[in-house]
């Protein structure tokens, strides 16, 4: 596996810089808009896997927060399943929405302090990302692209999504939706999250394993949202995916269909 090299600055610092200008932007925005922050926050109840293509299931909470203002958002990026960062939209024309975004996952991806094989291949350290994302909507369809790119150097490489979904509001209150996805990765992100090297295979006792670009997996989402008052709401989330190609052949996945789940409660103001 390729060494990380270190990006200048943390990616604490990087972010609280770039949450600055983005908040220095849309303050000065407002200056000359009358149209006010908005604001959302929430909690939820998560299950998903450990790893992808781990057995084991992780549960916990997960706190949410969201301001945006003009064409900023501030928060989970937009598409992109990052779970926090600072996005703008470049355009938004009529059905077409196109956004840019830098963010970073919450905490490693994976550690290697834990008793078991898989820690044993080392941690992937938490990074830096940018998001490229698009979208489409037509009626009750809406089509989602994003092309999400490690920029802080822990060699996590690029992954592109792309998702169709398909949504129905049977009372004015309740929103449903659902749709199929896929997701591509290049060959260093393939190597990072999927690959071993003969160095990992010694201290962990997997086969050697190269891992390449390509289709990575196959996903199937479905979602609920319910608006109890102006200011609150439900929601949960299902996804269904199914690991393909070299990240289905790694010696490291146990489980190649996997499931997550999520509740959740949300307060805007």
Known sequence: MPSPTPPTLTHAKLL???????????????AVDEEAWRFSVGMGLISQP???GS?????????????SHGRWQIGALPGAGVPVGVSYTLMQDGPWRLGVGVGTSLGNPRKGNENNNFSQLGTIEQTTLGTLTGS?????????????SDVGG?????????????????????????G?????????????????????????????YK???GLSALRLSAGADYQL???????????????????????????KNQASYGLFANYRF
């Open 16 to 30: 609280l810089a770039i949450s600055c200008i983005g908040l220095t932007v849309a303050a000065h925005a407002q």
């Open 211 to 213: 891992a390449g670009a």
């Open 154 to 178: 822990h060699a996590q490489g690029t992954r592109a999504m792309l998702d169709v979904m398909y949504r129905i509001r049977p009372t004015d209150r309740l929103s449903l939706s659902v």
């Open 50 to 52: 450990k790893y992808p």
């Open 55 to 67: 057995s084991e299931t992780r549960v916990g909470a997960m706190p949410t927060f969201s301001a």
């Open 180 to 208: 199929p996805g896929l997701t591509w990765v290049d060959s260093r992100y393939a190597s990072t999250y999927y690959g071993v090297s003969d160095t990992q295979s010694a201290n962990t006792g997997y086969a050697a």
């Open 229 to 255: 008052t102006r200011e609150w709401s439900l929601s949960a989330k299902l996804g269904l995916t199914q690991l393909q190609g070299d990240a289905a052949g790694s010696p490291t996945v146990d489980k």
């Open 136 to 148: 489409y909507t037509e009626g009750a369809w809406a089509a989602n692209a994003s092309i999400v």
